[in-house]
């Protein structure tokens, strides 16, 4: 697959190795506002000067391409990402997908009207031990799920526009944990609500804690804790996760070297018991570890197959844009309850809100930006 990529900053550079280094991708052509960055992503692709552009639509005009990976900061999303659909280019973009979902809506109406896949990367859940998780939780090994906790914790000296966007914890990372959620639980968000503050070590100016909690459909509850401004304990990029269901519990810590995923069962019939019961100990309190299977490639090399399979064969990715507004709108949703101070309902987020002037114009009267 011939791929423009647009955005060569720093997380741009992971998907510079991503696609030189898997068999069904290549670059054609670079895109970047900043020429320093350019240069260094040309010298690790070997795309060729004339083929490095600060303009998409140069690129766009001058490049036979199969797809464009937009590694842009979110704000910049949806016209990067529908110019490349409107010039017939399949789209896999970074998330969050947009960071309204009026424009998220917009690019997913462009992929239906150009006839486009547009998928977005949220490459957490394609990985070993989220897939089996699921696989666990859908054979009935914990029964209906009841609620899980989750929690997050990292300190992050944030750079550049995450220093100056509005909620960059809820909005930059934690949609990760909130993908990851719907992914496990396999129902969307119904209800929300939030508080978010700004700790004393936090170098930005929006909040980079929250504390959330969620009412999914179907009725599984999440209480979710995120710091991305915390010395000390450092939880991971995936978090802790404890999912209780009506026959047990999973308890995911990738940090635990004594078994990252274990499942404790709770296979007891209940209704032989007559009296005031607590069932401790349990047969073993440590739980079963499990063995993650492997899904052989991950994270951004399992964005690509995928992405590349779901072109070929017409499919709609896991992870495409309509899937993904369910994500945002868990983002979109947290904010809004956390600067409301109300329950929100997830379903209609969006719905009522006219889209506000981009943040990022602040930052762009420093930064050229190029579309
Ligand atoms: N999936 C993940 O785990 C993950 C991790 C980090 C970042 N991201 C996402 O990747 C995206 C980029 O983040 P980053 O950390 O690389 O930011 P960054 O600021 O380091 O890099 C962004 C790059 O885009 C360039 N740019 C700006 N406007 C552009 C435009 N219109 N056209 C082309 N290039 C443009 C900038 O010059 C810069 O080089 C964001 O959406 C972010 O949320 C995802």
């Known amino acids: 697959m011939r791929v423009i990529q647009s955005g060569v900053g720093n997380f741009g550079m992971s998907w510079l190795y991503a696609v030189r280094d898997c068999n069904v991708t290549e670059h054609v052509a670079l895109v970047d506002p900043n020429p320093e960055a350019l240069t260094a992503a040309g010298d690790i692709t070997g795309v060729p000067p004339e083929r490095r552009f600060t303009q998409l639509k140069d690129a766009l005009n001058s490049v036979d391409a199969d797809g464009l990976i937009d590694v842009t900061p979110a704000p910049c999303h949806p016209t990067t990402s529908i110019s490349a659909m409107e010039a ?28 486009r896949i547009l998928m977005v990367t949220q490459q957490y859940r394609y990985q070993d031990q989220p897939r089996t998780l699921r696989r666990l939780i859908s054979q009935g090994a914990i029964g209906e799920i009841d609620h899980m906790v989750v929690e997050f914790q990292i300190q992050g000296l944030l750079q550049g526009w995450r220093k100056i966007m509005p909620h960059p914890f809820l909005m930059d990372m934690a949609v990760h944990h909130f993908d990851m959620m719907r992914y496990l639980i396999g129902k969307n968000g119904a209800k929300i609500t939030a508080q978010t503050w700004n700790p004393s070590v936090s170098n930005t100016a929006g909040d980079m804690n929250a504390f959330v909690w969620i009412e999914f459909e179907g009725g599984a509850r999440v209480n979710y804790s995120g710091t991305f401004a915390a010395p000390g304990v450092d939880t991971g990029w995936n978090g ?34 007559t009296d005031q019961h607590f069932f401790t100990p ?65 379903r209609r987020v969006g719905a009522e809100r006219e889209q506000e002037a981009s943040w990022m114009a602040k930052w762009e009267r420093t930064v050229p930006v190029a579309v």
């Not at 017939?88 to 309204?100: D, F, Q, T, W």
């Not at 404890?242 to 209704?271: H, M, Y």
């Not at 299977?293 to 590349?308: K, M, V």
């Not at 899937?323 to 868990?330: G, I, R």
């Open 88 to 115: 017939g280019l399949h789209v896999l973009v970074e998330k969050p997908i947009a960071e309204n979902m009026r424009a998220a809506q917009r690019m997913v109406q462009s992929a239906r009207e150009f006839d």
């Open 240 to 273: 802790r996760w404890v999912i209780t269901g009506s026959k047990g519990s999973l308890v995911w810590n990738q940090r635990d070297e004594w078994g990252p995923i274990r499942l404790f069962r709770q296979d007891a019939d209940l209704s032989i018991y």
């Open 282 to 346: 349990l047969p073993d309190i440590w739980g079963e570890p499990i063995h993650a299977e492997s899904i052989g490639a991950s994270g951004h090399t399992y964005d690509l197959y995928h992405w590349q399979a779901c072109i070929e064969k017409g499919m709609e990715p896991e992870t495409s844009g309509r899937d993904n507004l369910n994500t945002l709108a868990l983002a979109l949703g947290a904010v809004q309850a956390a600067d409301t101070g109300q329950t929100v309902d997830v």
